[in-house]
């Protein structure tokens, strides 16, 4: 008969992607995991696999966790401009949250490039088409019905917010303060005309 697991794999995941979201991939050791999570190297070998497949599980938590604002964003029917002021104080919150680390931990991994390996790659290449097709798809409906004129590209338009997504997150890990953030955000609706 197997022994129960004397941990919670989805508590240990949690804790793992706070690990990773911090210091990154390459930074995070199995021996860092082990002595973060209080779990013995073979049980998280058992219940996750190898590095790798703990940091793709860490990534798709953090994708559903922290992409709430982004689906109700792109799935709602409110008017294009304070339906973007919302997302965007919600990004804003999020990363201003005390005990979480600061930034997108998928830019992150992003910008530090394949050591994660191909899975990873893959899945945040996936991601950030998604949030760009998002926006896009978000610009398109609300062209349609008049809220922005025929001279904006929504493509464009979803490309440019998407970086601003990503230049908010890393200016919020750089120390930038609420009132900074929220000038950039007023900044950023104003293309709209």
Known sequence: MPRPKAFDPDEALEQAMRLFWARGFAATSMSDLVEQLGVSRQSLYDTFGDKQAIFIAALRRFREQVGAPLRQFFASDEPVR?????????????????????????????????????????????????????????MRRAQERGEIGDRHDPAALGRFFVATLAGLRLSAKQGQSAEALRDVVSVTLGVLG
């Open 82 to 138: 304070p339906a973007l002021r919302r997302l965007f104080d919600a990004v804003i919150a999020q990363e201003l949250a005390r005990g979480c680390p600061r930034g997108c931990m998928m830019f992150h991994a992003a910008v530090a490039g394949a050591d994660a390996g191909p899975e990873a790659e893959r899945l945040l290449a996936d991601n950030n088409q998604e949030i760009e097709r998002g926006f896009i798809d978000r």
